[in-house]
């Protein structure tokens, strides 16, 4: 099955830095790649996605960089402000099928 | 906004008891998947249903565990026996299946086996 890996399991930057966050997956066959911001004791609420026939997506301070060809994806946040600390999660998926997770990434954002 | 609901949000329970926990997708959502979480942890994939129909519980240990759907529309996963191993969070979550893959999640139901 996939096996997705998910790093760094902690992240800490300063307000206004940058936060960039990698996942590799295994499975050539995923084309669907989700990222979840959970805040402590709250669902997952996903923030941005891409399909494996895109390259980059972009939505305000957020964007994601998907490298089929060495099978991996990052999450990249710009102008990090503290609402921002929350745990990410990214996961890898056959159009809607067998979503697989990261382990999380823990983003403290510093004031 | 429409959200997917699950009840209950809190479960404390006796290991080798029984527990169920219900899920109700958004309105027209044919896709559902039951996740457990355990804490510190990346969600996990216990079964996904399309409509009543179960797509994928290779995942789902079947010994204990349970999940159905009988009219295409809510669920029920249920754990019988309970063991200390299960106490996690179990998430549900729902998609428009066809018209993109985005999923949406519900609360959650924290589990405590005692």
């Known amino acids: 099955g996939e096996n997705v890996e998910q790093h760094p399991s902690t992240l800490s930057v300063q307000e206004g830095d940058s936060a960039v966050i990698k996942c590799t997956y295994s499975?050539?066959?995923?084309?669907?790649f989700p990222w979840y911001k959970q805040e402590l004791g709250k669902r997952p609420q996903l923030i941005i996605d891409?399909?494996?026939?895109?390259g980059e997506k972009k939505d305000q301070r957020i964007a994601v960089t998907l490298n089929k060809t060495a099978k991996h994806f990052s999450l990249h946040i710009t102008e990090t402000q503290p609402e921002d600390s929350a745990v990410y999660f990214c996961?890898?998926?056959?159009?809607?099928?067998?979503?697989?997770f990261g382990t999380g990434t823990s983003l403290t954002v510093i004031p | 906004e429409a959200e997917v609901a699950q009840s209950p949000r809190y479960k404390i329970t006796e290991k080798s008891q029984a527990v169920a926990f219900w899920c109700d997708p958004i309105?027209?959502?044919?896709?559902l998947y039951w996740y457990r979480q355990i804490l510190g942890q990346g969600p996990e994939l216990l079964v996904q249903?399309?409509?009543?129909?179960?797509?994928?519980d290779s995942q789902l240990p079947k010994d204990r565990f349970s999940a159905e759907r009988l009219k295409g529309v809510d669920s029920t996963l249920k754990i019988q026996p309970a063991e200390l191993g299960d106490s996690a969070m179990y998430l549900c979550?729902?998609?428009?299946f066809g018209q993109g893959y985005e999923q949406y999640f519900g609360p959650g139901t924290r589990l405590t086996v005692t």
């Open positions: 996961a890898a998926s056959i159009t809607g099928n067998q979503f697989y």
């Open positions: 499975d050539s066959a995923s084309n669907y």
């Open positions: 309105s027209g959502h044919a896709t």
């Open positions: 249903f399309q409509d009543e129909s179960v797509v994928d």
């Open positions: 891409i399909r494996s026939n895109v």
């Open positions: 979550a729902s998609s428009l």
